[in-house]
């Protein structure tokens, strides 16, 4: 008896992992929400400089990335990939900008390292641009914010909405999304 209620205990516990992950992978605004408006401290090539989602929009759609912390592994090798399809970003009118919650003290530096001169990257301390697309998560008892990314029509919709703790389709998506905006828009 003792060993079927400590089975029906661990799978219990198991289904309640697995019911929190997926509302975790699920809690993103989806697509076809409002996009929130924002206003965060940035830095591009270095440069601080103020990022503004309205401003952004003007120009056409935005490509936008959470990820948890500078100069982390996964960080790192989603920066870099951004950096080398920013150009064709931009060739589609898109506008690249990453924001962290992570050692936000270093969006200078990452910009500029990491990121190759290449998009804007803005510091969210405590994660509270982050809370407003519902992309937030705990990690070593900070609040930061998951990998998520979005796109952003001009209308301020959300076209793709993404999260995946493993950065390697971020970009893929991301581009398919955009992709399908600009033949939609052109």
Do not use: W
């Given at each position: 008896?003792?060993?079927?209620?400590?089975?029906?205990?661990l799978?219990?516990?198991?289904?309640?992992?697995?019911?929190?992950?997926?509302?975790?992978?699920?809690?993103?605004?989806?697509?076809?929400?409002?996009?929130?408006?924002?206003?965060?401290?940035?830095?591009?090539?270095?440069?601080?400089?103020?990022?503004?989602?309205?401003?952004?929009?003007?120009?056409?759609?935005?490509?936008?990335?959470?990820?948890?912390?500078?100069?982390?592994?996964?960080?790192?090798?989603?920066?870099?990939?951004?950096?080398?399809?920013?150009?064709?970003?931009?060739?589609?009118?898109?506008?690249?900008?990453?924001?962290t919650?992570?050692?936000?003290?270093q969006?200078?530096?990452?910009?500029?390292?990491?990121?190759?001169?290449?998009?804007?990257?803005?510091?969210?301390?405590?994660?509270?641009?982050?809370?407003?697309?519902?992309?937030?998560?705990?990690?070593?008892?900070?609040?930061?914010?998951?990998?998520?990314?979005?796109?952003?029509?001009?209308?301020?919709?959300?076209?793709?909405?993404?999260?995946?703790?493993?950065?390697?389709?971020?970009?893929?998506?991301t581009?398919?999304?955009?992709?399908?905006?600009?033949?939609?828009?052109?």
């Open positions: 008896m003792i060993a079927v209620k400590h089975r029906l205990s799978l219990a516990t198991a289904a309640l992992g697995f019911s929190l992950m997926a509302f975790n992978a699920a809690a993103a605004l989806p697509v076809g929400a409002s996009a929130p408006d924002f206003k965060l401290d940035a830095a591009l090539a270095g440069k601080p400089m103020t990022f503004s989602l309205q401003q952004a929009l003007q120009k056409g759609p935005v490509v936008l990335y959470f990820f948890p912390a500078a100069f982390t592994k996964g960080c790192t090798l989603e920066a870099h990939d951004f950096a080398e399809a920013t150009d064709d970003f931009k060739k589609l009118g898109a506008t690249v900008i990453g924001v919650a992570g050692n936000v003290d969006v200078g530096k990452f910009s500029q390292l990491e990121c190759r001169n290449k998009f804007a990257v803005a510091a969210d301390p405590g994660a509270k641009v982050a809370a407003e697309y519902q992309t937030q998560m705990q990690m070593g008892g900070k609040m930061l914010s998951d990998r998520t990314s979005y796109v952003i029509a001009p209308d301020g919709k959300i076209l793709l909405s993404y999260t995946d703790r493993n950065p390697d389709a971020h970009i893929q998506k581009m398919d999304a955009v992709k399908q905006y600009a033949q939609s828009h052109s």
